[in-house]
């Protein structure tokens, strides 16, 4: 995967610490998209399609978890939860809707790291036995029925029986 970095999608309101995972990710060879809120984060995971979310679960505009289940409504990319909740509560909560992993702030530069290319690990490995079909901007998942066009997921409309 020479030269072919890994876009991550960085979900932070706190600007420093934004600042801090931006230099952090780049030395480490990632390509980094900064979202400072849901509503960013939203907008920018369809333009860019990351292959890493790094999650800050206390976000000023929505619930982190409520943005968790939204994109694992529509993706299988990794999910990190970044949290200054470390309550044991806090973090099934977190793993429970799907995220992959979790750190707890402070965070460890070198642990970051490493929790990320072991995510980025075991999702290369499911990927391979997953049940995909891309052409174009055109990907249909049939584990997870879902459609997406050009990045934007499809709503499929469900027939309603009642
Ligand atoms: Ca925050």
């Known amino acids: 995967m020479t030269g072919n970095k890994s876009t991550v999608l960085v979900v ?36 860019h399609m990351p292959q890493m979310i790094l999650l800050d679960l206390g976000l000023p505009d929505v619930d982190g978890i409520t943005l968790l289940k939204e994109f694992r409504g529509v993706t299988s990319v990794p999910v990190i939860a970044v949290t200054a909740r470390s309550t044991e509560r806090d973090v099934i909560i977190a793993l429970d809707n799907g995220a992959d992993d979790y750190v707890t702030k402070p965070f460890s530069a070198p642990e ?15 990927q391979s036995s997953e049940t995909f079909y891309s052409v174009g901007g055109f990907t ?16 499929l409309t469900q027939v309603n029986t009642a």
């Open 140 to 155: 249909i998942d049939f584990d997870k029925r879902s459609v997406i066009v050009d990045g934007e997921p499809v709503r």
């Open 112 to 126: 970051l790291l490493a929790r990320m290319r072991a995510v980025l690990r075991r999702n290369a490995h499911e």
């Open 12 to 47: 932070e309101d706190d600007r420093y610490i934004l600042k801090v995972l931006e230099t952090l990710l780049s030395s480490g060879g990632y390509k980094v998209v900064s979202a400072a809120s849901g509503a960013d984060a939203r907008t920018l995971f369809s333009s």
